[in-house]
């Protein structure tokens, strides 16, 4: 399967700021997810964008296929940001790779 | 309402037992997968079900079986349980598989976490 890295590996913010996660992946990929995992264990959908960009709230992400990445940009960071953020990848084999995650925790 | 569920959400037992897991989605959703999830927050398909049909089936122990006994629904088995596969183990569904872009975006369910001493 595809191989997925994630950077940075753990990420401390103080409240109000703001911050870039960076997803790179091994080959071309037909689809690229980005979940956040709470600090109770829930795993929850951001985004699903395998080219472009899109913005929800103070969450954007941006993908770049032909350079292999895609990154998450999270602006006023606020202590529910906290938590995991995984990006998942997909080549032609229908099963979707995830990266280790980055380990965000916003101070108040 | 919850989208996607899974029971137990705790599971605690002793090696060597037979332990299952149940899911169910109400999304309506045509595929469902089961996902491991070990210590250090690593996530891994195990197994995905399109119409009831097995498309996926990851390198696992083949003491580990999936049954779907309808779309809505995807069960794990675990007989023989160790202490590696103390875990949390995530149930997701999508719409499809990758047949067209967005349809095998991943709805989680709450997790189980097993343990097994």
């Known amino acids: 399967g595809i191989q997925v890295e994630q950077s940075p590996p753990d990420l401390i913010l103080q409240e109000g700021a703001n911050s870039t996660l960076r997803c790179n992946f091994s080959?071309?990929?037909?689809?690229l997810q980005w979940f956040h995992q709470n600090p109770w264990g829930q795993l929850i959908n951001l985004f699903y964008?395998?080219?472009g960009t899109k913005q929800n709230g103070r969450l954007s992400a941006t993908t770049v296929a032909t350079e292999r990445y895609s990154l998450l940009y999270i602006s006023s960071s606020q202590t529910t940001d906290s938590g995991v953020y995984f990006c998942?990848?997909?080549?032609?084999?229908?099963?979707?790779?995830f990266g280790a995650g980055t380990t965000v925790t916003v101070r108040a | 309402d919850t989208a996607v569920s899974q029971t137990p959400k705790y599971l605690v037992t002793q090696m060597g037992n037979d332990k299952s897991i149940k899911c169910e989605q109400n999304?309506?959703?045509?595929?469902m997968y089961w996902y491991k999830q070990d210590s250090k927050k690593f996530l891994k398909i195990m197994f995905s079900?399109?119409?009831?049909?097995?498309?996926i089936n990851e390198t696992v122990p083949n003491r580990f079986s999936p049954k779907s006994p309808d779309k809505a629904h995807l069960n794990l088995h675990i007989n023989s349980l160790e202490l590696g596969d103390s875990a949390v183990y995530f149930c997701?569904?999508?719409?499809?598989?990758?047949?067209?872009?967005?349809?095998?975006?991943?709805?989680f369910g709450p997790g189980t976490r097993l343990t097994v001493l």
């Open positions: 080959d071309s990929v037909n689809n």
């Open positions: 964008i395998p080219s």
């Open positions: 079900y399109n119409n009831k049909e097995l498309i």
């Open positions: 997701a569904s999508s719409q499809d598989i990758w047949r067209r872009e967005g349809t095998d975006t991943q709805y």
């Open positions: 998942a990848s997909r080549s032609n084999d229908y099963k979707l790779s």
């Open positions: 999304l309506g959703h045509d595929t």
